[in-house]
């Protein structure tokens, strides 16, 4: 509540706050108090968030005889994007007849968070072109959540496979940081670099595995995806 001795004017909102769900009408009661000893003559204006909806009229002129009050409903629709574990505020401002601010009174409208996100592999597996040591496949990341999330993306190559950056060179971490916005998909392309097995001629095993890989069609190469929240 705010309180302008010199006028003598209050303004506050007569109901508590609570938490919300996006898109969830907020409704309270705006109490408007004369304390003067004459009727006094204001503007009030009630501003919302932007692609808020308010019911009724935002903008009003009053005028409130001495030791008087007013009551007036406010009613307003949140947006559906609307972020949880974020506070937004619907902002009440009375101004006399030459433009100042006699009064102002705050409603804080929290919304409730929801975590919901998931990762999945857009193709399980994939192929090196004929010719070529590098390949690439995409993760995808969804947050169908109402706040931002964090996660960390670990991968994990296998001891002839690498990670590898747009340059073609080798990723000194295998550990990202993957901001999520809420209400948004999101797609990761992975590049990778496969490492040629060598041989030492001068044993037994080199022409064993020799012939293990003439006679295979394809090698298999492997990366381990963890996802989690980060904190």
């Given at each position: 509540?705010?309180?302008?001795?010199?006028?003598?004017?209050?303004?506050?909102?007569?109901?508590?706050?609570?938490?919300?769900?996006?898109?969830?009408?907020?409704?309270?009661?705006?109490?408007?108090?004369?304390?003067?000893?004459?009727?006094?003559?204001?503007?009030?204006?009630?501003?919302?968030?932007?692609?808020?909806?308010?019911?009724?009229?935002?903008e009003?002129?009053?005028?409130?005889?001495?030791?008087?009050?007013?009551?007036?409903?406010?009613?307003?629709?949140?947006?559906?994007?609307?972020?949880?574990?974020?506070?937004?505020?619907?902002?009440?401002?009375?101004?006399?007849?030459?433009?100042?601010?006699?009064?102002?009174a705050?409603?804080?409208?929290?919304?409730?968070?929801?975590?919901?996100?998931?990762?999945?592999?857009?193709?399980?597996?994939?192929?090196?072109?004929?010719?070529?040591?590098?390949?690439?496949?995409?993760?995808r990341?969804?947050?169908?959540?109402?706040?931002?999330e964090?996660?960390?993306?670990?991968?994990?190559?296998?001891?002839?496979?690498?990670?590898?950056?747009?340059?073609?060179?080798?990723?000194?971490?295998?550990r990202?940081?993957?901001?999520?916005?809420?209400?948004?998909?999101?797609?990761?392309?992975?590049?990778?670099?496969?490492?040629?097995?060598?041989f030492?001629?001068?044993?037994?095993?080199?022409?064993?595995?020799?012939?293990?890989?003439?006679?295979?069609?394809?090698?298999?190469?492997?990366?381990?995806?963890?996802?989690?929240?980060?904190?």
């Amino acid at each position: 509540m705010e309180l302008n001795k010199k006028q003598g004017i209050m303004m506050d909102f007569i109901q508590n706050s609570r938490e919300y769900q996006p898109g969830e009408l907020i409704s309270n009661v705006l109490k408007i108090v004369n304390n003067t000893n004459r009727t006094q003559d204001f503007f009030l204006t009630i501003n919302i968030p932007i692609e808020w909806k308010m019911i009724g009229k935002s903008e009003r002129f009053l005028s409130l005889e001495s030791n008087d009050s007013i009551f007036i409903p406010v009613r307003v629709y949140s947006n559906m994007e609307a972020k949880g574990n974020l506070n937004y505020v619907i902002n009440s401002l009375l101004q006399n007849k030459d433009g100042y601010v006699i009064a102002n009174a705050f409603l804080e409208v929290p919304f409730k968070r929801t975590s919901t996100w998931s990762a999945s592999i857009v193709r399980n597996k994939v192929y090196f072109n004929y010719g070529s040591d590098t390949a690439r496949f995409d993760i995808r990341l969804v947050n169908s959540g109402n706040s931002d999330e964090q996660v960390l993306l670990n991968l994990r190559a296998q001891r002839n496979i690498f990670i590898i950056d747009e340059k073609g060179n080798m990723v000194p971490s295998n550990r990202f940081s993957v901001a999520l916005p809420p209400k948004m998909d999101t797609t990761l392309t992975v590049k990778v670099r496969k490492i040629e097995k060598t041989f030492r001629p001068s044993t037994e095993e080199y022409y064993q595995e020799k012939d293990k890989l003439l006679q295979q069609q394809e090698n298999i190469y492997r990366v381990n995806i963890s996802v989690q929240d980060e904190g």
